[in-house]
């Protein structure tokens, strides 16, 4: 049996990141920065209030409280047209441009207006005065230009997947494109005489395909972007058109089932003949079999049948594999530390057992349980797990003990 370690480098080996392309910002969630990102231009572009209230002098209401005259009401969106002068405020809106002359903000909750525009006895022009009801220091809510970043500054290096956050600065930077790795098209195929889809009553040895709409799902999970190839029988000649369909139209090829050594897994008497396969024993329960190679120059990866194999072998492996394609440096899960709250048995037999678990926050660290029972073909207990335990070849892990886990979500 091979290391875990050995087999997955043997994928990543052969999952080269694709060649970049620009796509637009709206469509990169998820996707990895091909070349550098720089600030073009200073963020924000101009000094702005952080607050809604009154830009002044700072030096004018280092006695406060006092009173001071409001010359112009200033908008977000709204450039200043009068100069802010001794014994006077303009009335100011959050986002809204510093006018000249100010250089402090009072936010409005410490302000009142002490006389209200309007026309005096005589006819004579009452300007409206706001009174102050505290001193401020210069700068005080006043954003400065470049506060945020810089021209010229480093943004996003490459290799950054782009979430929510960074889109939002590439945004605020003006651009509308952005050169990524590829998102790749992942073809999903079932494989198996026993299975169906229909929703028709099972017929004697037939069970319900699960593993593809699993798939797919996992696949989605990974940004990339889904093909459904289908459910094909136990025919090598189907399964050789429904594999070259996926070829010609993806850029990778995830199948389940048919991948191990008995008489009728037609996927692997397939693969040989039309692809560069290794086929693979790895030292890990479950998943133990893999089947990994090319197709052309198409990436295929053949997972086990059993609905948990299917799975926990597309997060060891397929997972990693489509996020080196996609270009991400670090494409593998990391494994975190957590404690048993109970234990978790197993059995010594020379192999890694990834143990579906639920973890949860405990004392400012993780603790993890038995998320059910841990057949391969237990899939109620995979889909209540949130995490894998890494559990050594052992007798298990006693409550209490140490255990590395593999967080899935």
């Known amino acids: 049996m091979l290391p875990l370690e050995t087999a997955r480098e043997f994928v990543l080996d052969r999952c080269a990141a694709r060649k970049p392309e620009r796509v637009a910002v709206a469509d990169a969630l998820g996707l990895v920065t091909a070349s550098e990102i720089t600030c073009s231009e200073d963020i924000p572009q101009f000094a ?10 700072s030096a004018d209401v ?3 409280p006092c009173e001071l005259r409001v010359v112009e009401t200033i908008a977000a969106g709204h450039a200043p047209q009068v100069t802010v002068g001794p014994g006077e405020a303009s009335r100011i809106m959050t986002g809204a441009t510093i006018p000249p002359g100010a250089d402090a903000v009072v936010m409005v909750e410490r302000t009142s207006m002490a006389k209200p525009a309007g026309t005096a006895a005589g006819g004579a022009d009452n300007p409206e005065t706001v009174r102050v009801e505290v001193s ?4 005080n809510h006043v954003r400065h230009a470049g506060d945020d970043l810089q021209a010229g ?3 996003f290096g490459v290799g950054t997947e782009l979430t929510a956050g960074h889109l939002g600065v590439l945004c605020s930077l003006g651009m509308t494109e952005v050169e990524v790795f590829g998102r790749p098209r992942v073809g999903v195929l079932s494989t198996g005489d026993e299975l169906v889809d229909d929703g028709s009553p099972l017929q004697p040895g037939q069970i319900r395909d699960s593993n593809r709409r699993t798939l797919l799902a996992l696949a989605h999970r990974a940004d ?3 093909v459904d190839l289908g459910l094909v029988r136990d025919d090598p000649d189907a399964i050789e058109a429904a594999i070259l ?8 090829i995830v199948t389940s089932g048919g991948v191990s050594m008995g008489d009728f897994d037609y996927v692997k008497a397939v693969l040989d003949r039309i692809g560069d396969m290794r086929w693979m024993q790895v030292a890990i329960k479950p998943a133990k079999p893999l089947a990994f190679g090319t197709v052309g120059d198409v990436p295929v990866f053949g997972l086990p049948g059993n609905p948990v194999s299917s799975m926990v072998s597309f997060e060891l492996f397929a997972r990693p594999g489509l996020r080196s394609m996609m270009g991400h440096p670090d494409p593998i899960r990391p494994t975190v530390g957590a404690t048993a709250a109970e234990d978790l048995p197993r059995r010594v037999d020379g192999k890694t057992h990834f143990m579906r678990v639920l973890a949860t926050p405990k004392n400012g660290g993780i603790e993890v349980r038995s998320a059910g029972g841990q057949g391969s073909h237990m899939l109620w207990a995979m889909a209540n797990a949130n995490a894998l335990a890494v559990v050594p070849d052992s007798d298990g892990v006693r409550a209490g003990e140490s255990v590395d886990v593999l967080l899935l979500d």
Do not use: E, I, K, Q
């Not at 702005?48 to 002098?57: E, K, Q």
């Not at 401020?136 to 700068?139: E, K």
């Open 136 to 139: 401020v220091p210069p700068g």
């Open 48 to 57: 702005n209030t952080a607050m809604d209230g009154f830009a002044v002098r």
């Open 245 to 252: 369909t996926g070829v010609d139209s993806c850029d990778a």
């Open 62 to 64: 280092a006695d406060a």
């Open 153 to 155: 500054a480093h943004v």
């Open 224 to 226: 990339v972007t889904c």
